[in-house]
């Protein structure tokens, strides 16, 4: 660890912070029916929508019907990318004559980004035509991650409404989602990622050639289009198999940071817009904070593990002048920005990725999965991580109320059976699926441990890893097991389906029970939520439910490799 390398981490995180409060207050124009910006200019494109698809945004809808809506869709998005991968062939824009992808691989794609997950069993640059790229996979970023937002939005009008069944109309949610906050977002970021040397065109891939005399591919294609909304939607999903470590797609360090900073900037700035929706700004702050320590945490736990190097290599110049593990690293990045971009896209939903989770130390790895396992709450995906985050805010609660003998209290209202039940029902849903199907994975000697690199502790945190990325709809991977394979296209595609549409539920049931009852007054024994004590137990009840949860498993994943690194054993 090094002075430097600590300051350039403090300064992302106060960037952070400064843009947390003007994007909350712009969310909450664009949501809470105040006039939004750039409505002179967009509002009508957005009326023009509304009538072409015969929306009627102000009328409400109660929670099932929000759901139903979501889900039909969602399902419908599925299927229309799937059929253009499996039309991929005989559609235009496939300079490369790309074949379609197999049925598997099709279905798992189409469920992964239609759930905001973005995990990809296959090289985008080698499998995916530029149509696909642009109408299938890009459009359905801009779609999830809208589905994210609304979510949350309800789960936000859910606590500051009462005595109502109405949380909002899904279609015009989506609606402004995309158009007030994604696509000038994107816009703007598609326009600054070409000015730093992103690629942007349709030209079939080149081959030149190499010093050597040999022909290498260089793949080209409307990158900075899809990379901008990747990014600003948390999607994760490249262009490039490499990722964000492409340098036509990440090719100064100024474009890096500004990739870190679009990753988290809605979910941020959604905790502001919870303050200032429910007339508690300093409980939003609270619930920043919570995450921000988190985040804080985990990133200089792994900046150390990577700074102290792998002992059994020798101390030869690439540990001892760059100080540390470069494995798997961009020395343009070098393991500062590697460390704080592999903790902040898996403290968010977001795939992306600009160094090889895989080739981490064991503790420097363990720290990103940690961050999924936690349930996705570290600022998280755009909307889920806010209503995760608000998920164990319920749990919190209830356990003060439990301390001083008192019904629990949230923001005006009490937090019954019902709410704690379905905040616990969203807790054990996550664990559930990631360890079933790990296990069900470690036991298939002929189809879940043939895709391993290495075996032993490593192979099994690989195994673990991809499955907890799906099921908390992250995408991002150790990259050590090919899971492009029938087994891990089926099972990781479930475990998607599981992780986004199983834990909605019980938040859309929280917001509409929230949003019935009656306002309580504050008394004596209500616990406050905008205090430093709130904050200190809400992390605590997120790491003692994570712990409790999934230590085992670490003790024979990451934990073990590490103290066999130490031993001189070898992997």
Not at 52 to 59: A, H, T, Y
Request: aromatic share 12%.
């Amino acid at each position: 660890m090094t002075l430097n390398g600590i300051l350039q981490i403090l300064g992302y995180l106060v960037v952070l912070t400064l843009v947390t409060k003007p994007m909350g207050i712009y969310l909450t124009r664009v949501f809470d029916g105040e006039r939004a910006p750039f409505e002179r200019i967009l509002g009508p494109i957005e009326r023009m929508i509304y009538a072409f698809c015969r929306i009627k945004p102000d009328s409400e809808m109660n929670w099932k019907q929000y759901g139903r809506a979501m889900v039909a869709f969602s399902m419908i998005s599925t299927l229309a990318v799937y059929a253009i991968q499996r039309l991929q062939y005989y559609l235009p824009l496939n300079p490369q004559a790309f074949a379609a992808p197999s049925p598997d691989s099709s279905f798992n794609t189409a469920v992964s980004f239609m759930t905001n997950t973005n995990w990809q069993g296959y090289s985008g640059e080698a499998t995916m035509s530029y149509f696909t790229q642009m109408t299938a996979l890009s459009i359905q970023n801009f779609a999830s991650a809208a589905v994210g937002l609304a979510i949350a939005v309800v789960l936000i009008r859910g606590i500051a409404r009462f005595e109502t069944d109405s949380l909002g109309n899904f279609w015009s949610d989506i609606v402004r989602g995309i158009l007030y906050v994604l696509l000038p977002l994107a816009f703007v970021a598609a326009i600054f990622f070409v000015s730093q040397g992103v690629i942007q065109n349709f030209k079939p891939y080149e081959v030149v050639q190499t010093l050597e005399g040999t022909g290498q591919t260089i793949a080209m294609g409307p990158v900075a289009s899809q990379l901008a909304i990747v990014l600003v939607g948390t999607n994760g999903g490249g262009f490039f198999n490499a990722n964000s470590a492409h340098p036509f797609l990440n090719p100064t360090p100024l474009a890096n940071f500004v990739q870190m900073l679009l990753i988290l900037i809605i979910p941020a700035g959604l905790t502001y817009t919870l303050g200032r929706v429910t007339r508690s700004q300093s409980h939003g702050w609270a619930v920043y904070a919570a995450m921000m320590i988190l985040l804080t945490c985990g990133t200089f736990a792994s900046y150390w593990a990577e700074s102290r190097g792998n002992p059994l290599l020798p101390q030869n110049a690439d540990q001892s002048t760059l100080g540390g593990n470069m494995e798997g690293k961009e020395s343009r990045f070098g393991i500062t920005n590697s460390v704080l971009f592999a903790t902040v896209t898996t403290g968010a939903s977001c795939g992306a990725v600009n160094s090889m989770h895989d080739s981490f130390t064991p503790l420097g790895g363990m720290v990103p999965l940690v961050n999924i396992l936690l349930g996705e709450v570290i600022f998280g995906g755009i909307g889920a991580g806010l209503y995760g985050m608000l998920v164990f805010v319920i749990l919190t609660v209830f356990i003060a109320g439990l301390m001083v003998g008192r019904t629990p209290e949230y923001l005006g209202k009490k937090i019954e059976s019902y709410d704690v039940q379905m905040a616990i029902l969203y807790a054990l849903i996550f664990p559930l699926t990631i360890l079933v199907l790990t296990a069900i994975s470690v036991l298939g000697e002929d189809f879940g441990l043939t895709s391993l690199n290495n075996p032993g502790a490593h192979g099994l945190s690989e195994i673990l890893y991809a499955f907890t990325s799906a099921t908390g709809n992250n995408g991002s991977a150790f990259a050590g097991l090919n899971a492009n394979t029938l087994w891990y296209n089926t099972a990781l595609g479930a475990a998607m389906l599981v992780g986004r549409f199983l834990m909605i539920v019980p938040v859309l049931a929280i917001a509409n029970n929230l949003a019935r009852k009656k306002r309580v007054p504050e008394s004596l024994g209500t616990f406050p939520v905008n205090t430093a004590l709130f904050t200190a137990l809400l992390i605590s009840v997120i790491i003692i439910v994570g712990a409790l949860t999934f230590f085992p498993v670490l003790t024979l994943s990451p934990i073990l490799e590490h103290f066999q690194m130490l031993s001189g054993q070898k992997f």
